[in-house]
């Protein structure tokens, strides 16, 4: 049984920074795809950003793109996922989630297996 936790939501001004934390256990961390996806009252679930096991590729939504940065601590079993220049249309629950898959480029929903709980990241204008 794999668990994700979650860190680092919060409320933030627009143009201001987060970093959201995932603490992972129960899965051998260092071997697999970890992503970030989103959703927004109303929305449905997004892809956000994804990091293949070993940190070496890093792939992002085109509307996050040269504003957030996935990185992995495997030491760490954790996955991070630093927010810059935040906009009032980033606000959404952030989920952290892993993949049984070692491949690169995972953005579909559909290719993860254990998701955490969500932090609620709110952007005001």
């Known amino acids: 049984q794999v668990q994700l936790v979650e860190s680092g939501g919060g409320l933030v001004q627009a143009g201001g920074s987060l970093r959201l934390s995932c603490a992972a256990s129960g899965r051998t961390f260092s071997s697999y795809t970890m992503g970030w996806f989103r959703q927004a009252p109303g929305k449905e679930r997004e892809f956000v950003a994804t990091?293949?096991?070993?940190?070496?590729?890093?792939y992002y939504a085109d509307t996050v793109k040269g504003r957030f940065t996935i990185s992995r601590d495997n030491a760490k079993n954790t996955v991070y996922l630093q927010m810059n220049s935040l906009k009032p249309e980033d606000t959404a629950v952030y989920y952290c989630?892993?993949?049984?898959?070692?491949?690169?480029?995972?953005?579909?929903?559909?290719?993860?297996?254990?998701w955490g709980q969500g932090t609620q990241v709110t952007v005001s204008s």
């Open positions: 989630t892993s993949s049984p898959h070692r491949r690169d480029g995972l953005g579909a929903a559909s290719e993860y297996d254990y």
């Open positions: 990091i293949n096991w070993s940190g070496s590729a890093t």
